[in-house]
């Protein structure tokens, strides 16, 4: 019975990765929890820990964020299994990034980097750096970011990721970085760089991410056609699956680039679906057609 | 309804940020702790250093309760401008109905200033 279970704990495990790099978060927490059933029911520890936190990673991605802590802590306290503690402190560090806590974040980000430095995981160790980087795009530290990236792309190139996960992910920060040090050429080649490559990888999440922000560096370079091609793309896809930022950043920039093209019809459409996710601040609409905050807004922060 | 011409004013989020933090007697500790984010980077913000999402911009209007007026307000030069501020706070306050009623009765008005304007030429002519 034991090795029955535990084939079918590998195989709901295998099936939850390959559902979180396709941008499937929900059905991938679905295959994390019935992992951690079995786990529990088999009684083995590492098991158990490991569920845990792939249900956390996924649980991230879907906005889940206090659920998602749950259990890291306690792992990080008993564990000795570097994998175990690399996964816990990453997405510790995440769920910190989420909630605005960037300092810590970065604490729990450096640990996740000490215990990679015992994994042979290129993937892993780049994934590292990206969040590392993230984090200092967010306390907008662009310049130190954008090392970061680079760093984590020159250790995808050492470790032979090719165009495998997590590349598009870095690439797509990288490009957006450039956007936001107005550098909107490099970041518009390095951003398209990443949509190839998030294609061929089936990487739903990450494309939304490169169209909105295209739709972004196209606005800013007055470009609009092309910025609102963009972003209807992100909307659908948003809409779709339920990327809940990335559909407020949609309404924004679609409400934004219409308002340029002089499309005020549509421009309210797209205000008012905003507004309608704010209602106890019914300013919201007339503040945004009233004002360009194109050039203080990072789309990334979480919080 | 506004028109685009009143929009390309880019925010200076910063600055206005801090005035009005001090406006309401609130310390950076205050203000940072009411948004959820650290001290040094509400100090940073406030200098233009630092980037914000859609969220927190939208917390910052929710905790200040503002309004447009009291961004225009940084610019406000006199007391034409005040009236202007005055009317479009009051503005703000009508129902999306009585606002149309507003907007139909002052594009009346502008219509009628052009009809006397262009009669006042026919005569000069």
Known sequence: MAPELEARYSELTAEGTLQVRRGEFRLAADQFEAALLIARELGDQLLMDRAICNLSTARLSLGMIQEAEKGLREILLKSSDPNIIFIASSN??????????????????????????SIDNFAWKATCHNLIANIYMNMSYLDDAMAEYRFALTLSQKGGLGTSYPVDYIKENLGYCSLLKKRYHQGIATILEALQISLANG????????????????????????????????????????????????????????????????????????????????????????????????????? | MMTSKFKRQSLLVGSRIRSLRKDRALTQADLAH?????????????????????????????????????????????????REYEFLRLYQKLSPRVQEEVQSFIQFKLQSEDRVRDEKVKKDN
């Open chain 1, 92 to 117: 510790l560090a995440s769920a910190l990034r989420k909630q605005g806590r960037l300092q810590k974040a970065l604490l729990y980000a450096k640990r996740a980097l000490r215990a990679c430095e």
């Open chain 1, 203 to 303: 990487n739903t999440r990450c494309l939304v991410e490169c169209y909105q922000d295209l739709c972004f560096a196209y606005m800013q370079l007055k470009e609009l056609k092309r910025a609102e091609e963009y972003g209807e793309k992100a909307l659908a896809i948003a809409a779709e699956r339920d990327y809940k930022d990335i559909l407020k950043n949609c309404y924004y920039l679609l409400g934004e680039v219409n308002l340029l093209m002089e499309n005020e019809e549509r421009s309210d459409f797209y205000f008012d679906k905003l507004q309608e996710l704010y209602p106890h601040l019914p300013v919201l609409k007339q503040f945004l057609r009233t004002f360009d905050v194109s050039n203080i807004l990072n789309l990334k922060n979480p919080f």
């Open chain 2, 34 to 82: 009411r948004i959820g984010i650290q001290q040094s980077d509400l100090c940073r913000m406030e200098n233009g250093e630092y980037k914000v999402s859609l969220e927190t911009l939208f917390k910052i209007l929710s905790i200040f309760e503002m309004n447009i007026a009291d961004f225009f307000n940084e610019d406000a030069g006199g007391a034409a401008r005040e």
